[in-house]
């Protein structure tokens, strides 16, 4: 009985972290990719690569 409870308790912190990391290394991923775009904005004077960057992502 300890062992299931030992396992269930690692498979619920493992799915923890999981959902943590894969949070955070998405939130950097489009952090950075909004960087980019809002740069090209910046540069063309204009919202259209955000349009662009919005089409395609959808």
Do not use: Q
Request: charged share 30%; net charge negative.
């Amino acid at each position: 009985m300890d062992d299931l409870i030992l396992c269930i308790g690692i498979a619920i912190i493992t799915f923890i972290i999981g959902l943590v990391s894969g949070y955070y290394g998405l939130r950097a991923y489009y952090d950075k990719h909004f960087i980019v775009v809002a740069g090209e904005c910046r540069d063309k004077d204009s919202i259209e690569p955000l349009l662009d960057e919005l089409e395609r992502e959808t």
